[in-house]
Nanobody, 123 residues
Framework: QVQLVESGGGLVQAGASLRLSCAASGRAFSTYTMVWFRQAPGQDREFVAGISWGSGSIYYGDSVKGRFTISGDNAKNLVYLQMDSLKPEDTAVYYC????????????????WGQGTQVTVSS
């Protein structure tokens, strides 16, 4: 059984930083694509960032480029999302997801999802 578990969310002030972690278990993820989505109340789920272990590709959503950094430890099945210069509009539940193909921004292409971690940025 595949499991993705996020951690690292919390309440911070605008301008602060947070690092989210996603731990994957139950399957070898050496060729998987792992991504972060987020969902704010009343809004659709939004692609944030993704990393493909197979191709080495990294991709960011426009709203986080230059502020967020995705990285990971393939051997340990860990993916991180370093979030700097946080803004109130970054407030959302952040989800880790995975699939075997290349990075896409469409949530339906992802087979595995974590339970989410709340990030709240106060002004």
């Amino acid at each position: 059984q595949v499991q993705l578990v996020e951690s690292g969310g919390g309440l911070v002030q605008a301008g602060a930083s947070l690092r989210l972690s996603c731990a994957a278990s139950g399957r070898a993820f050496s060729t998987y694509t792992m991504v972060w989505f987020r969902q704010a109340p009343g809004q659709d789920r939004e692609f944030v960032a993704g990393i493909s272990w197979g191709s080495g590709s990294i991709y960011y959503g426009d709203s986080v480029k230059g502020r967020f950094t995705i990285s990971g430890d393939n051997a340990k099945n860990l993916v991180y999302l370093q979030m700097d210069s946080l803004k109130p509009e970054d407030t959302a539940v952040y989800y880790c997801a995975a699939q075997r193909g290349e990075i896409t921004t469409r949530e339906r292409t992802y087979d595995y999802w974590g339970q989410g971690t709340q990030v709240t940025v106060s002004s």
